[in-house]
Structure formats: C-alpha cells, structure tokens
C-alpha cells in the first residue's frame, strides 16, 4: 500500500441559508428581555451552541450499545460539521471548500491508537469546544468583533465532528508487520467515509425537519432536530431518547 493515509475531508462550502435555526419563543419575562437585549449580537445562538455541544458529549459519554453510539455519533458529527458550514459564511466567499482534519488513527510510523485513546480525544474536544464557544458568545454579548474568531471555531467545530464521527472504529485484534500500511489506511479510510456519511445524513435532514441541523438545536427538546431524536419512527432507540431528554434536562439546571 503505497498511497498516503487520508488525513483530511475537503468540506464544500455551503450555499445559506436551507432555512437556519432560531431559538423558540420563550413566554419568561426574564427571558424575554435578555434576549432582546441580546438581539443582532449573536451572542443567544452561540450559548444555545455551546448548551448543545455539552448534551452532546453527556449523551455519548453514558450510552453503552455500539448500535446507540454509533447513531449518535453519526448525528452529532454531522451536525457538527453542518455548525461549522454555518460559521464559514463569515470566511471569504472566494472560498470553495475547508479541509477539515480527521482523527489519527494509523500514525506514519506505524503505530495505531487504540479505540478507548480515540474516544478520549473526541470527549476532550467536545469539551473544549463548548468552552471555546462559550468564550466567544460572551465576547459577542460584549459587542466586540468576532469575526476571526467565527472562522476559527468553524474549524475547530468541523474537526470535532470529525472525531466524533469516527467514535465507533475498533482496531482489529491482531495487526501483522505485513498489514501496517495496508490495515492503516483502511483505518484512516474509514474515518474519512464516517465524516463523509454523518455530514450527508446532516444535509438530508433539513428536508424532513425545515432547517439544517446546528448543535445549538441540541439544547432544546422542542427544537427541529430535538422533536426529529423522539419521534420513534426515525429509528432511534427508546434508551437513546431517555438518555437525550435527560441529557438536555440536566443542562438547564
């Protein structure tokens, strides 16, 4: 196996909007008011953002069958990299496309990380994401300049969705000093088609639900993406719903 290892998703840039997500309505008075004094900063859908990252992560940290993980992950990578494509409208419009990084599976040399160290590394983004993300919320609450700053959790938001895409791959058991290459860059291939498949089942959302999936639609249950996880007939597990509703719940308090 002679060819290099996939290490990036070249990442269309996407013509906006396909109908964007904006919060629900709120009936609190306390509400009401901050968000009108929150209106035309973006400082609003980039906290909900980072709610949502966090339901995320408190998701995939507590399911337990491969089949769960795996659709969650598919989801919430996708709709990761769908976040991102929204943050990009910010970058140069002569700009076509973003390479999004994938996660190292198969290293040059030979070496591999196994699943758990995968798993851990797209946990710590996500977590550093949501941070990253509630730090430029709070300079947008501030009335300061954040476009740079868009453009670069764009990135990092797209690389996260990569990793978590990817959450699923198991190394196989035993890899023979003949099969480093070749099993490496089936690996690395693997990444690129689970980023590749997550951001195209997001796109194909927006045709059932109106809008296209963002994560700050993750922190609330009535959103678009949040009534599509409950309705049963879109295939996901009761416990996988329990465990988002709690996700969610757990997170406004």
Same mark, same amino acid.
């Given at each position: 196996? +002679?060819? %290099?290892?996939?290490?990036? !998703?070249?990442?269309?840039?996407?013509?906006?909007?396909?109908?964007?997500?904006?919060?629900?309505?709120? %009936?609190?008075?306390?509400?009401?008011? @901050?968000?009108?004094?929150?209106?035309?900063?973006?400082?609003?859908?980039?906290?909900? /953002?980072?709610?949502? =990252?966090?339901?995320?992560?408190?998701?995939?940290?507590?399911?337990? #069958?491969? #089949?769960?993980?795996?659709?969650?992950?598919?989801?919430?990578?996708?709709?990761? =990299?769908?976040?991102?494509? &929204?943050? !990009?409208?910010?970058?140069?419009?002569?700009?076509?496309?973003?390479?999004?990084?994938?996660?190292?599976?198969?290293?040059?040399?030979?070496?591999?990380?196994?699943?758990? +160290?995968?798993?851990?590394?797209?946990?710590?983004?996500?977590? *550093?994401?949501?941070? $990253?993300?509630?730090?430029?919320?709070?300079?947008?609450?501030?009335?300061?300049?954040?476009?740079?700053?868009?453009?670069?959790?764009?990135?990092?938001?797209?690389?996260?969705?990569?990793?978590?895409?990817?959450?699923?791959?198991?190394?196989?058991?035993?890899?023979?000093? $003949?099969?480093?290459? +070749?099993?490496?860059? $089936?690996?690395?291939?693997?990444?690129?088609?689970?980023?590749?498949?997550? &951001? %195209? @089942?997001?796109?194909?959302?927006?045709?059932?639900?109106?809008?296209?999936? +963002?994560?700050?639609?993750?922190?609330?249950?009535?959103?678009?993406?949040?009534? @599509?996880? /409950? /309705?049963?007939?879109?295939? @996901?597990?009761?416990?996988?719903? %329990?465990?988002?509703? *709690?996700?969610?719940?757990?997170?406004?308090?």
């Amino acid at each position: 196996m +002679s060819e %290099r290892f996939p290490r990036e !998703y070249h990442l269309a840039t996407l013509e906006l909007p396909l109908g964007e997500y904006t919060p629900a309505r709120t %009936r609190d008075q306390d509400e009401a008011m @901050y968000r009108q004094e929150q209106a035309g900063t973006g400082a609003l859908i980039l906290q909900e /953002q980072a709610d949502g =990252i966090r339901v995320g992560k408190r998701v995939l940290e507590r399911l337990e #069958s491969m #089949s769960d993980i795996n659709d969650w992950a598919n989801l919430l990578g996708g709709t990761a =990299i769908a976040t991102a494509n &929204y943050m !990009y409208k910010h970058d140069d419009p002569r700009v076509m496309h973003h390479n999004v990084k994938l996660p190292v599976i198969a290293e040059d040399n030979g070496t591999f990380h196994d699943h758990e +160290s995968l798993q851990k590394k797209a946990l710590f983004r996500l977590q *550093d994401l949501a941070d $990253e993300t509630e730090e430029v919320a709070e300079l947008a609450r501030d009335h300061r300049g954040i476009t740079q700053r868009l453009i670069r959790l764009g990135k990092n938001t797209a690389t996260a969705g990569a990793a978590v895409a990817a959450y699923g791959i198991h190394l196989p058991v035993v890899i023979t000093n $003949e099969e480093i290459k +070749s099993v490496g860059y $089936e690996l690395q291939q693997e990444a690129l088609t689970r980023t590749d498949t997550a &951001y %195209r @089942y997001a796109l194909n959302l927006h045709r059932e639900t109106g809008t296209l999936p +963002s994560l700050a639609q993750l922190a609330q249950e009535n959103s678009a993406l949040g009534l @599509y996880i /409950q /309705q049963p007939e879109h295939g @996901y597990s009761n416990k996988l719903d %329990r465990v988002f509703m *709690d996700a969610v719940l757990g997170a406004k308090f």
